[in-house]
């Protein structure tokens, strides 16, 4: 009984090996030439990636204005006084403080303003699914045309 089990088995295998076919184009869709894609290139797909098609620079407004800058300093002289104040300083300590909070906030608000009003880029990608996407952002971060990059979180970046 066992040895017929083992004998049906033994043929069962190889009439499932004739049928198999070794010519790597037999039967697949890879392409004409029948080759297969390498496991890199099948499992590095991806859905958020593309080819930067065209890069246009917005220009921000083009007058500098100093509304950061003053609004920083106004901002960083109250928290510089409040702050002496908190922790018990002199008069003479709390206008120090006062000023070196009004010249640091002028500072940081010059910078906010610079970067929110600066030119941005407008990036245009074509996806690997074949759609187009155009990102608007800040700094291009080394991307240029034609180069291969990832969209992720609304901001094209280098893959």
Known sequence: MKTALLALGITAIATLAGCASTSPGYGSSYGSQGSYPSSSSSSAYCADCGIVEDIRTVPGSGTPSATGAILGGIVGAVAGREISQQTGGSDGNKNI??????????????AIQKRTTGDTYDITVRMDDGRRITVNQHDLGGIRENTYVRVQNGKVVLR
Do not use: D, E, K, P
């Open 97 to 110: 403080s006062t000023v070196a909070g009004a010249a640091a906030g002028a500072v940081a608000g010059n």
